[in-house]
Nanobody, 119 residues
Framework: QVQLEETGGGMVQAGGSLRLSCAASGRTLTNYVMAWFRQAPGQEREFVAAVLWSGGNTHYADSVKGRFTISRPRVGNTMYLQMDSLKPEDTAVYYC????????????WGQGTQVTVSS
């Protein structure tokens, strides 16, 4: 089992920045993919960014490429999402997720943290 807890959400004006954190526990994350998803009101949950824990390879949704940066430290089990140049359409609940790298679906999810971007 992997337990995930997100922190760092809040309210910010358009053009501002926020950093989300996801603390993972319960498993060594080698061979896991960690990711951020988001869900806006009335919309389906969508992929934001992912990082392969061992190696650090990253992947981003086109909508956030160049504005958001996903990272994980060399030591420790906390993942980050640095969000810059925020737009009102980035408003959503952001979720941290994890899966074993050979699987297609994410098995572990955090409770989510609200990000609100005002215009």
């Amino acid at each position: 089992q992997v337990q995930l807890e997100e922190t760092g959400g809040g309210m910010v004006q358009a053009g501002g920045s926020l950093r989300l954190s996801c603390a993972a526990s319960g498993r060594t994350l080698t061979n896991y993919v960690m990711a951020w998803f988001r869900q806006a009101p009335g919309q389906e949950r969508e992929f934001v960014a992912a990082v392969l824990w061992s190696g650090g390879n990253t992947h981003y949704a086109d909508s956030v490429k160049g504005r958001f940066t996903i990272s994980r430290p060399r030591v420790g089990n906390t993942m980050y999402l640095q969000m810059d140049s925020l737009k009102p359409e980035d408003t959503a609940v952001y979720y941290c997720a994890a899966k074993f790298r050979t699987l297609s679906t994410y098995d572990y999810w955090g409770q989510g943290t609200q990000v609100t971007v005002s215009s």
